[in-house]
């Protein structure tokens, strides 16, 4: 019997998929994921909460371990993102309603 050959457009995309979901690469995704995910749901409870910015990367620790979590700290803005929790300070930006235009 002659065997069959699959096409090859199916390959590349069952080989894009196996790249975001396994080794380092699947681990970031799922920390970001889960870091994603946990940033939603503190700001539906807890809008403006110090506590979303160290939920955040303990939660990608959760999902994704150590790379998940420097992922998510990364993608957040570094470690300022999590300083003000810590008793640092964080930089001043203005909010939306603070902004001044120039005349």
Do not use: C
């Amino acid at each position: 019997m002659a065997k069959r050959r699959r096409s090859s457009a199916r390959r590349a995309g069952s080989k894009f998929s196996n790249v975001l979901t396994s080794g380092i690469v699947g681990k970031a995704v799922t920390g970001i994921g889960a870091a994603a995910l946990v940033g939603t749901v503190m700001n539906r409870i807890l809008p403006g909460s110090p506590i979303t910015g160290i939920a955040q990367p303990i939660a990608a620790y959760a999902a994704g371990g150590a790379v998940g979590a420097v992922t998510s700290v990364l993608l957040n803005g570094g470690l300022g993102s999590i300083t003000g929790f810590l008793g640092g300070q964080q930089a001043a930006t203005p909010s939306v309603g603070q902004v001044e235009f120039g005349v």
